[in-house]
């Protein structure tokens, strides 16, 4: 699922090296991963545009692409702190699959 994703980070210009190098100062709390109702809905979303889009199961790109619809997301705030957009992650994950 997630080797998307990484191609749509690696063919980003700020790199996939760069994104890496900020996650790792990115910890929330004890480092616990908990879902959220922001969590499923990204994942429903995720899954609704690739199977509307003939696809069998959905992909990383697929899930930054739903991440841009969560206006108060942390992640999406990153993504765009990167100078990404929905439309430059949906372009992209084009080219990645």
């Known amino acids: 699922m997630w080797s998307s994703a990484t191609t749509v980070a690696r063919n980003w210009p700020c790199g996939k090296s760069s994104?890496?190098?900020d996650l790792k100062t990115l910890v929330i709390g004890d480092g616990e991963s908990?879902?959220?109702a922001a969590f499923q809905r990204v994942?429903?979303?995720a899954v609704i545009h690739a199977l509307s889009s003939g696809r069998e199961e959905a992909t990383g790109a697929n899930v930054l692409v739903a991440i841009f619809a969560e206006r108060e997301s942390p992640a999406?705030?990153?993504l765009q702190?990167?100078?990404?957009t929905r439309y430059d992650?949906?372009?992209t994950s084009v080219?990645?699959?």
């Open 19 to 21: 994104i890496d190098n």
């Open 76 to 78: 999406a705030y990153f």
């Open 89 to 91: 992650a949906s372009t």
């Open 95 to 97: 080219m990645a699959s």
């Open 34 to 36: 908990k879902t959220d």
């Open 43 to 45: 994942t429903q979303r």
């Open 81 to 84: 702190e990167q100078g990404m």
